[in-house]
């Protein structure tokens, strides 16, 4: 079964294209490892896997904003959107839109609820298109370029060794900015108990 999906995916080179495009919408960060491995691979060109990646993150994030836009014109999410604490990380989100747009792109399960909130609160689409596009660059980036260059370092010896030792460091970045984005709720859920004390 696998040697004629091989030989089809031979035969059809392009397939790997699609599947960098589409594999966002299952998930990100398999897809973007997958696509970085086929890339240090010689899979495919990393030009057209990069490029066919970043178009298949920018609709799989972008698209999640619009529905919360078009949530926002039913009564139940108006009225949800109007409770006090809703209005008050709206007004968290809002205020630091491009800090929380880029950790939300390294802290998986935090993607889908920010960007449909985003459409909730009505954020920019044009400051949240840019952030989602540029975050998703960046990361990209970070992955092909650590494995090409530990492929490139590691040699023939330990070649199969690489994508492991790629992935790995990318999950200490990804646990890195978790850690950076617990803090920082940490830090924000004090700052409102400290008000909501001071206004008792």
């Known amino acids: 079964m696998l040697d004629i999906f091989g030989d089809w995916a031979t035969a059809h080179p392009w ?3 699609v599947f960098a495009a589409l594999g966002p919408f299952v998930q990100e960060d398999a897809a ?3 696509a970085a491995a086929a ?3 010689g899979a495919g060109s990393p030009q057209g896997l990069f490029i066919s990646l970043i178009i298949g993150l920018s609709f799989s994030d972008l698209w999640k904003y ?3 836009r078009i949530g926002h014109r039913t009564k139940f999410i ?3 959107a109007a409770n006090e604490r809703v209005i008050a990380a709206q007004e968290n989100v809002v205020r630091r839109l491009g800090l929380s747009l880029i950790t939300a792109r390294f802290v998986p399960g935090t993607r889908v609820p920010l960007y449909i909130a985003c459409g909730i609160f009505r954020a920019p689409f044009p400051k949240v298109a840019f952030f989602v596009i540029s ?3 960046v990361y990209s980036l970070i992955a092909f370029s650590l494995f090409h260059l530990i492929g490139e ?3 023939d010896y330990i070649e199969s060794y690489a994508p492991i030792v790629a992935i790995s460091l990318i999950v200490v970045l990804i646990v890195y900015f978790s850690i950076l984005y617990l803090r920082r709720r940490a830090r924000m859920k004090t700052e409102e ?3 909501a004390i001071v206004e008792d």
């Open 15 to 17: 397939v790997i294209y």
């Open 32 to 34: 973007i490892l997958s």
């Open 39 to 41: 890339s240090a691979a």
């Open 66 to 68: 619009w529905l919360g």
């Open 78 to 80: 108006r009225k949800f």
């Open 135 to 137: 975050s998703a660059i």
């Open 153 to 155: 370092v590691a040699g």
């Open 193 to 195: 108990d400290d008000t």
